[in-house]
T-cell receptor, first 112, second 115 residues
């Protein structure tokens, strides 16, 4: 099946710093989503971005489908940005299996 | 509008017992998927249902089963519980799978502990 690798696995920042999270995937995809998982386990949708660039406030994301990677940018980080960030993809070649395959996540800690 | 809802929030069961988890999708969404997330890992796909039919199954034993009702809500059933089934069970809904409107939205999860 498709492989999803996220880097870095852990990231510690001071409040106000910027960061870039990366997601590499091994096959062409129909769907790519970025999520933020809060301490209570809720997965919060950040971006639905199988290709192109999107921005939402301090967050932006870019997916280069032809090169099989996606980047999530966090600017002027805040302590509330802390948590685990997941990239999840649905491969084009999935047949009738419409599933998201998740990476292992990046644990972001933002210190005051 | 209400998001994806799941019940119960927490559950403690004993090995060998059976459990039923419930999920209601976002209004208008016809596809429901179930995922299992163990501590320290990303969610793993268990099932997807669309229009009351199973459309996908992950690599889970037959002790796991699910169904979708006419109102698009869904149940996940797990028989003969093992300690390793302890996890956060997440439900996701989307409008239509494999379509431009297939962004998935997740519920808050059910945290299952098997003792």
């Amino acid at each position: 099946g498709i492989q999803v690798e996220q880097s870095p696995p852990d990231l510690i920042l001071q409040e106000g710093a910027n960061s870039t999270l990366r997601c590499n995937f091994s096959d062409s995809v129909n769907n790519l989503q970025w999520f933020h998982q809060n301490p209570w386990g809720q997965l919060i949708n950040l971006f639905y971005i199988p290709s192109g660039t999107k921005q939402n406030g301090r967050l932006s994301a870019t997916t280069v489908a032809t090169e099989r990677y996606s980047l999530l940018y966090i600017s002027s980080s805040q302590t509330t940005d802390s948590g685990v960030y997941f990239c999840a993809v649905e491969p084009e070649s999935g047949g009738s299996n419409y599933k998201l395959t998740f990476g292992k996540g990046t644990l972001l800690t933002v210190n005051p | 509008d209400a998001g994806v809802t799941q019940s119960p929030t927490h559950l403690i069961k004993t090995r060998g017992q059976h459990v039923t988890l419930r999920c209601s999708p976002i209004s208008g969404h016809k596809s429901v998927s179930w995922y299992q997330q163990v501590l320290g890992q990303g969610p793993q796909f268990i099932f997807q249902y669309y229009e009351k039919e199973e459309r996908g199954r992950g690599n889970f034993p037959d002790r796991f089963s699910a169904r979708q009702f006419p109102n698009y809500s869904s149940e996940l059933n797990v028989n003969a519980l093992l300690l390793g089934d302890s996890a956060l069970y997440l439900c996701a809904s989307s409008l239509v799978p494999r379509h431009f409107e297939d962004e998935q939205y997740f519920g808050p999860g059910t945290r299952l502990t098997v003792t």
